[in-house]
């Protein structure tokens, strides 16, 4: 487990905020810009001096305030990647590379190697560059590349793609889904996007003004309303995990979520992969009936388990679909009196397949 208490006063700000987290695996911190998690990423690196609390991973004590202990963040063995790549100019890709390595003692283990870093992020044929030779997704995938070389214990991401245009982050987030999948490091997440989050993590500690507000399984999070106020309406929806079932020739693939089948598009998809998939509330239609002659390719029986008050003249309907997944739909209230929408009623949910945003976790399972 990753353990994290810590307290931080800077000015006007109190950062005060304790979490853990299941190793290896991502984690998110999650929150808006001024919340605190870049600073938190830098104490847990050793780089800010704490004034209080302790972090441990797995059975290492790395800082303990009320012991006065305090590992040098040189000693950590932290991988840290900012949002600006911080290569070395004068030095060729390779030599920036290597410069992970010579953080090491001569006799520390080296399970990760120079040349499948290189391969699993695609450095090839940028070895004998200098930096000012490449474009910004490349320069953080050579930055990732000399974080994993100085073999960590744990590797923090601190916005890593927040200084690239839409294209550049489409370029780097497959690296990262990869580098996830590939080597079994716990990996602490920063950032202010929920698509990232989405793709990326399946844990989630949400910030705000310097405390922890939520914190748990990105399905739970997902649905909680302090990450509503955050993401904004347009963006509120659930995450539901599942995994492929069947992929047909046209490229949609049926996921098993719950006790339903929901059918994607995704590509490349491969049976036994587990799948993310958020539902945005806007797309979820609810129907009182069983619903026939529709183009709509998802029609999941679903039981209310709530209706709450929302935005403006709607409501917050959360529909349970099985197996621990819950949907959430936003509705007018005129449509919620219409369809007597009250707790434990059965209903459908539709879903078009092309609103759905999935991502693949991990490898086939056997």
């Known amino acids: ?33 001024g919340c605190g998690k870049s600073t938190l990423i830098s ?6 001096p704490a004034d209080g609390g302790r972090v441990t991973v797995g059975e290492d004590l790395l800082f303990d305030g009320t012991r006065h202990v305090s590992v040098d963040a040189r000693h950590r063995r ?3 990647v900012f949002q600006d790549a911080r290569l070395f100019p004068h030095l060729s890709v390779r030599a920036n590379l290597e410069y992970g390595t010579r953080r090491l003692a001569r006799e520390a ?21 200098r930096p000012h030779q490449l474009s910004g997704g490349e320069k953080q995938r050579v930055a990732l590349g000399r974080a994993l070389l100085a073999q960590p214990r744990l590797l923090l991401l601190d916005e890593p793609l927040a200084s690239l245009d839409m294209a550049r982050r489409e370029e780097v987030l497959p690296y990262l889904e990869r580098l996830r999948d590939a080597f079994s490091m716990p990996i602490v997440y920063v950032s202010h996007q929920f698509d990232e989050v989405l793709r990326l993590a399946t844990r989630v500690v ?22 509503r106020a955050i993401v904004g309406p347009d963006s509120v929806g659930a995450v539901v995990a599942g995994h492929v079932e069947r992929v047909d020739a046209s490229g949609l693939a049926g996921v098993r979520v719950g006790d339903a089948e929901v059918t994607v598009e995704l590509d490349g998809a491969v049976v036994g992969q587990r799948i993310q998939i958020q539902v945005l509330a806007r797309d979820v239609i609810v129907a009182s009936e069983l ?10 029986a679903a039981r209310v388990v709530s209706v709450t008050p929302d935005a403006g003249r709607s409501v ?11 949907l959430l739909a936003r509705v007018t209230a005129r449509a919620s009196d219409e369809l007597a929408l009250v707790a434990d009623k ?10 759905l945003r999935g991502h693949a976790f991990g490898v086939p399972a056997a």
Do not use: H, Y
Not at 206 to 227: E, H, K, N, Q
């Open 1 to 33: 487990m990753l353990r994290v208490e810590l307290r931080k006063r800077r000015g006007n700000f109190t950062l005060d905020v304790a979490f853990s987290a299941p190793t290896p695996g991502v984690t998110a911190l999650f929150g808006r810009s």
């Open 43 to 48: 104490l847990i690196a050793g780089l800010l």
């Open 78 to 80: 932290m991988g840290v």
């Open 109 to 129: 283990a080296r399970p990760i190697a120079f040349d499948d870093v290189v391969s699993l992020l695609g450095l090839e044929g940028l070895v004998a560059r």
């Open 206 to 227: 949400l910030l705000d003004a310097g405390r922890v507000v939520a914190d748990g399984d990105i399905a739970t999070v997902s649905r909680d309303p302090r990450l």
């Open 291 to 300: 619903p026939r002659g529709l183009s709509v390719r998802n029609v999941v």
């Open 316 to 326: 917050m309907v959360e529909l349970d679909i099985g197996g621990a997944s819950t």
């Open 346 to 355: 059965r209903v459908w949910a539709l879903i078009k397949a092309v609103s």
